[in-house]
Structures are given as C-alpha cells and as structure tokens.
C-alpha cells in the first residue's frame, strides 16, 4: 500500500516518509506509536526537562508538538477525504511551542494524550476507503494524499524519536 509517487506529496515530506519501513500506512501507524511509547517509556525522568542547548526543545515539548502536529494532520487528511477542496493553511510549529508550557504537565499525562490522539488517528485511516486514501488536498500550499499524510504522521514520529535519541539521551 506504500504506493506514494512523489506528486502525492511536497518533497519536505519525503524524509519523513522514508523513515517508515511499512507498506500498509494503519501497521505503520501502530507500530510508530508502540516504538515510540516503548522508547519513552525508557527515558530517565531527569531528562524529560532537559534542552540540549538554550533555545532547544525540552522532550517534553517535542513530545507536544509531536500531538499537535499529529492533530492538524490527522485534521487535514479528514477533510480531504470528505473531499473538501478548500486548500487549508500551514501552521508555524515554533509557535505553537511558543504558547504552552510542558513544565505543568507531567510527562505521564503527555504520553497518554498521545497514545489517545494516535488511537483515534488509527481509527481515523481505519475508516477511509481505497478512493478517500487516493484523494487529493492543498495543504500548506501544496498537494497531498489521504494516504501520504498517514505516512507522514508515522514518519513523523520516527524522526522525532531518531533525534531525541541522538541528542537528549
């Protein structure tokens, strides 16, 4: 099912997407989510806070900003495959960031938010017929599928995982 040609996507996307070694966009969905789960899971608590420089995320805030932007592309790929056409406008991560604070949150609450909004992605992509997954929408000022976006919020989370990894710990 991993059929993506690459007008099904803005090229910015396509490192995202090729981190996802599945072929069936509802497996990759699951699996990230469990890998990632698992992998914070194993994260000493101290380093939850933790910036690895001064004006760098704490993985608390990744992991916040890894629900938003879940939550808008789960939201747009909704949309397209309800076959609304009206293009819809990107969204500036830096300051979503910017208006929160992850201090008040305990990391607990924040995995659990995740795992939440990727069970309702999951059933979300569940839902979607062979002609919703193929349809196409403008986001951000550039065409995109149903099905590219499932990948996306998958690789996604890989990426985001890959850098914590590296970085934080």
Request: hydrophobic fraction near 40%; charge should be negative; aromatic fraction near 12%.
């Amino acid at each position: 099912m991993k059929n993506l040609s690459p007008s099904d996507y803005a090229e910015f996307y396509s490192g995202y997407i090729s981190l996802v070694p599945e072929v069936h966009c509802v497996n990759a969905l699951k699996n990230s989510m469990n890998d990632f789960v698992n992998f914070m899971e194993m994260v000493p608590f101290e380093k939850y806070n933790y910036k690895y420089q001064v004006n760098k995320w704490t993985m608390k805030d990744v992991v916040r900003h890894i629900v938003d932007a879940e939550r808008i592309f789960a939201y747009r790929a909704l949309r397209i495959a309800r076959f609304d056409k009206t293009p819809m406008s990107g969204f500036e991560e830096n300051d979503y960031a910017a208006n929160v604070d992850t201090t008040l949150v305990d990391i607990n609450n924040l995995i659990e938010e995740f795992i939440l909004v990727r069970k309702s992605t999951i059933k979300l992509f569940e839902s979607f017929s062979e002609k919703m997954l193929s349809s196409k929408g403008m986001a951000s000022g550039k065409e995109i599928t149903v099905l590219a976006l499932g990948f996306i919020i998958s690789g996604h989370v890989i990426h985001h995982q890959n850098v914590l990894q590296e970085r934080y710990l």
